[in-house]
């Protein structure tokens, strides 16, 4: 079985696109999908289109949950200056319709559990940690989980394989008889976030992320792979549309600083 795992795509249709394009190379079974799918200031609705077309086996990120929350609120009040806000008044009754229909985890098989952040929550981070101290000493504010924080995280999950997202770092990790893989982000290198302390992501490097996963009588086979695109168009896109956040990050793989303050 030759699995390809995206996630994490917000919205970024060229990226999605030069994924798809790398994925038809390989040869792959199956594709699954975990979330955040559309959210930010890119081509939300496009990127829906084309999702829904490929038909992947695909669950909800926290980002979804936020948009159907948004689009449910009595007051109907949007701000399209937020990436959820952004993406919200781009989507079609026939979007909405796709979103309110994925589950926020799924067993793919005997093997393989698919979640956006960890069994238990799609807003916690798995395979990193965040601390204290954004700043200090160049800190990120964000550190490689330890293995009893791994573990932790689990939950009551047995799958011999469990797919994650939502921290948009391409790593994984054994727990015992758990491994747990995230394949990066296919749409966003970059960001910052403040919950539940100023932090930032940073992989470094545009390229378009995700993973080819191959079972064999030894294991799992995992490739993380990083695809280049025109990652300097998006960044045009996001800056067109007041995002010089995005802009930076999708064009760098780092987030611009001083972010908080």
Avoid at 9 to 18: E, K, V
Avoid at 56 to 83: W, Y
Wanted: include cysteine; hydrophobic fraction near 45%.
């Amino acid at each position: 079985m030759k699995l390809a795992v995206i996630s994490d795509i917000h919205g970024n249709l060229l990226a999605l696109r030069a994924v798809l394009d790398d994925m038809a190379r390989q040869s792959v079974d199956q594709t699954v999908n975990l979330g955040d799918l559309l959210s930010g200031p890119l081509q939300p609705a496009e990127t829906a289109d084309l999702l829904m077309a490929q038909g992947f086996v695909t669950i909800r990120g926290n980002h979804e949950r936020q948009l159907l929350a948004l689009i449910d609120r009595p007051d109907g009040r949007i701000d399209p200056s937020t990436s959820d806000g952004y993406a919200a008044g781009q989507l079609l009754p026939a979007h909405w319709a796709w979103l309110r229909g994925l589950p926020a985890s799924l067993a793919l098989n005997a093997d393989v559990l698919l979640c956006h952040g960890t069994p238990g929550s799609d807003l916690q981070y798995w395979l990193e940690t965040v601390v204290t101290g954004f700043g200090q000493n160049e800190s990120p504010g964000v550190r490689a989980a330890t293995p009893a924080e791994v573990a932790a995280r689990l939950g009551p999950a047995t799958h011999p394989v469990v797919l994650c997202g939502h921290t948009h770092v391409p790593r994984l990790a054994q727990s015992g008889g758990v491994l747990v893989v995230n394949p990066g982000s296919v749409g966003l290198p970059a960001y910052d976030d403040d919950h539940p302390h100023p932090h930032v992501i940073e992989n470094g490097a545009p390229h378009a992320r995700y993973a080819v996963m191959e079972k064999t009588a030894q294991g799992w086979r995992v490739d993380l792979r990083a695809v280049p695109y025109d990652h300097l168009a998006q960044a045009a896109v996001a800056a067109r549309h007041g995002r010089e956040d995005w802009a930076h990050a999708l064009a760098t793989g780092f987030v611009r600083r001083p972010v908080f303050g």
